[in-house]
């Protein structure tokens, strides 16, 4: 992306038919944002693939909207580059002898915004990502690998509003309300997954038990949005082609040992930087991270927390970017911070798409 509103790359390949705009069925990406309340190169960026897709599949961009998730996360700090990935699925009766990567897309009814970061907010989400498991045709809850999620969050208008009518938000500030948020999607994704139950899911924990978390959930949160817009990735024999993901969890914001493992899980090598043909196995990285919020790092203090020129998240996203990328070998890598119960506490989690090993690879050919 050259910038917030650039789709060119995609014009590019709906021109040349290299990409059939029917298949397209979820967007994820990175905008040059503050990543904030008031980032609106996501919504800028909405607009303007809507815009594009309703000129080739002859829909309103409003309805596109409603049909199609686009999970923007703003904030390229560091070596990050802007880019967003395209997610498409066609029809195939083809067989398949192993998984290949599936695709899920649900949207909640919209979020009450006296709701918005609590536990019924959870439960919307956990209800949504049921929806995406069935409609990826993913029998096993086991086989999810990433749910994407944006949620809603509350303004300073929206929690004004609340308070004219008596009723208590949620949270206090837009920001606090947009980390809330988030904390009930990962526990929604929690709950979807079944490794919580929706009745042990309480205001309190939300910020509160950092112990409760979702290895598999990514959320986002932004005022673009009115509802839960959810994206599970995963693996399935029903699924053809020749993509798979896997994930690891983070445990903090080095942890090298865990990207070099999840690269093992799809059989590339664990080498210093991934190059060559190697390199171009991979199609997608997507990353939560969190400045861990007892301020130290293995022990040793970190001033992210305390920085009042910087936002811990712009900190935290421009450090594991260049971890993550020095491995990767490129700088399209989706890292988002706010990573409330999704991964361990201070940590977070890594998810790569890539092409399977070939079998002439498998041979060492």
Known sequence: MAHPGDVSALAALLESHAVDARSICAVIGKTEGNGGVNDFTRGYFV?????????????????????????LSGGTEGVLSPHYTVLCRTASSAATDAPALAIGTAFS???????????????????????????????????????QVKTPCLTSAR?????????????????????????????????GLGELAIADI????????????????????????????????????????????????????????????????????????????????????????????????????HTMLNDTDIDPQRHIR?????????????TRIFVSGGAEHQGPDGGGLIAVIAERETRTELAGE
Request: hydrophobic content about 45%.
């Open 47 to 71: 607009d303007r693939l809507m815009t594009l897709l309703e000129h080739h599949l002859n829909e309103p961009a409003d309805m596109l909207a409603q049909r199609i998730p686009c999970i």
């Open 109 to 147: 009814e919209p979020t009450d915004p006296a709701l918005i970061g609590t536990s019924a907010h959870a439960a919307s989400v956990a209800e949504a990502v049921r929806s995406a498991i069935s409609d990826a045709g993913i029998d096993s809850v086991d086989d999810v690998h990433f749910v």
């Open 159 to 191: 929690i004004a509003a609340l308070a004219a009518l008596g009723t208590a938000p949620p949270a206090n500030s837009a920001g606090h309300s947009m980390a809330r948020a988030r904390a009930a999607g990962a526990m929604g994704v929690a709950v």
């Open 202 to 301: 309480r205001d309190d924990m939300l910020l509160g038990d950092f112990g409760a978390y979702c290895s598999r959930a990514s959320i986002s949160s932004g005022v673009e949005v009115a509802c839960n817009e959810v994206v599970v990735l995963g693996n399935s024999r029903r699924w053809s082609g020749p993509l798979v993901i896997a994930h690891r969890p983070m445990q903090d914001a080095i942890d090298l040992n865990s990207i070099h493992d999840v690269l093992g899980d799809l059989g590339l090598p664990a080498m210093r930087q991934i190059a060559g043909p190697e390199r171009n196995r991979i199609r997608c990285v997507l990353v939560k991270a969190e400045p861990d919020r007892r301020g130290a790092i293995r022990g040793q203090r």
């Open 318 to 330: 421009g450090a594991v970017g260049g971890l993550v990328a020095g491995v990767i070998g490129d």
